[in-house]
T-cell receptor, first 113, second 120 residues
């Protein structure tokens, strides 16, 4: 079982629409969650972090966390063609003596004109 | 601007010919990581340093070695590259938060632009 699972996509949304990206994780002890954006051929870039249940908003991005369901999501409002990229979800598990960050394989988002 | 710089951006090598990739950072972060990423796959952690303490992932092949001579620099050595080692190699940094009894690395990673390795 993959530790962090994402639908690979592509997820295609029209410009101006809301893109909804989803992620589930298997280790219930995971405490911190992150969304990274990766353009084709480029390196990942952190766009959101979320540590507690609920919503966290930053500009057009909203991260949602539900630890009971082991579910993390990223909403992108007013999607733009420049949002077209692969979005990697990552979960961090801290054991007290070490921490481990596990990435999903990413969801490819295509924003169409 | 503070940043993470990787060199070279593109490296072509022959099967079995050693390669060294470098990473430097001006963020003054105490944790540095090396990830391997193949097409359409998740970044795979090879190893990381907390200050000078080296942490190797259990499934990282012996073919991969690393050095961190100081806070700012880190190197990835691939001693005998095989065709399966062709990938993007990503260096990343983060703040490590020392806690009593343990170490917490934040998951907020800052990545360099990557070094793409081709093996002929």
């Amino acid at each position: 079982q993959k530790e962090v699972e994402q639908n690979s996509g592509p997820l295609s949304v029209p410009e101006g629409a809301i893109a909804s990206l989803n992620c589930t994780y298997s280790d219930r002890g995971s405490q911190s969650f992150f969304w990274y954006r990766q353009y084709s051929g480029k390196s990942p870039e952190l766009i959101m972090s979320i540590y507690s249940n609920g919503d966290k908003e930053d500009g057009r991005f909203t991260a949602q966390l539900n630890k009971a369901s082991q579910y993390v999501s990223l909403l992108i409002r007013d999607s733009q063609p420049s949002d077209s990229a692969t979005y990697l979800c990552a979960a961090q598990l801290n054991t007290g003596t070490a921490s481990k960050l596990t990435f999903g394989t990413g969801t490819r988002l295509q924003v169409t004109l | 601007d503070a940043m993470v710089i990787q060199n070279p951006r593109y490296q072509v090598t022959q099967f079995g010919k050693p390669v060294t990739l470098s990473c430097s950072q001006t963020l003054n972060h105490n944790v540095m990581y090396w990830y391997q990423q193949k097409s359409s796959q998740a970044p795979k952690l090879l190893f990381h340093y907390y200050d000078k303490d080296f942490n190797n992932e259990a499934d990282t092949p012996d073919n991969f070695q690393s050095r961190r001579p100081n806070t700012s620099f880190c190197f990835l050595d691939i001693r005998s590259p095989g065709l399966g080692d062709a990938a993007m190699y990503l260096c990343a940094t983060s703040r490590g938060l020392g806690l009593a009894g343990g170490i917490l690395n934040t998951g907020e990673l800052f990545f360099g632009e990557g070094s793409r390795l081709t093996v002929l």
